[in-house]
């Protein structure tokens, strides 16, 4: 059976890419870190992987994980994991309650509930988080992420990674 031709639509994320990643820290103040993200096609053709480091102001790994990406033709949607290696969670990412990815001429959209770990103590339980990929080119795209405390009202924007196509 043929690869599903839907998942071409994250084709960008393949390649070595460096990373600039501000996260608005709970003082509101941003912080500016290193990372790296490492996309590639696995299960021959039928997923893609990719993995994403980022380190702190003194060098240690603070972020260390993979998503993995496939589309279920039976269900017309996409599935697709974070495994967290660090804190050994998962976290499904667009999870049918909170609807699919959308995709625009110039974006990737798609929702999550608060991810598992040490990270959960500084959301709210029933908070939602959207992820969004914009400024997508063959070089570059950047990655935001938004926090709501009120189901989706209001967002508050907690991470931007700016990734740019290693040579």
Not at 14 to 28: A, F, H, M, Q, Y
Not at 76 to 97: I, S
Not at 146 to 152: E, F, I, P, Q, T
Request: charged share 30%; glycine share 6%; net charge negative.
């Amino acid at each position: 059976m043929d690869a599903p031709v839907e998942l071409r639509k994250f084709a960008f994320l393949v390649g070595r890419w460096r990373c600039e990643s501000r996260v608005k820290l709970p003082d509101g103040t941003l912080r500016t870190s290193r990372a790296e993200w490492h996309g590639r096609v696995i299960l021959d053709g039928h997923a893609i992987a990719d993995e994403y480091r980022q380190w702190g102001p003194d060098g240690a790994l603070e972020q260390l994980g993979q998503n993995v990406r496939s589309y279920c033709r039976a269900r017309r949607r996409f599935v697709m994991r974070w495994h967290d290696a660090l804190a050994a969670t998962w976290l499904e990412l667009a999870p049918e309650d909170l609807g699919d990815v959308v995709f625009s001429d110039t974006s990737v959209t798609y929702l999550h509930h608060v991810p598992p770990g040490p990270v959960a103590v500084l959301f709210p339980p029933d908070a939602l988080f959207r992820v969004r990929y914009e400024e997508i080119a063959p070089r570059s795209f950047t990655w935001r992420a938004a926090v709501s405390k009120d189901h989706g009202q209001t967002w508050d924007e907690v991470q931007v990674i700016v990734a740019t196509r290693e040579e």
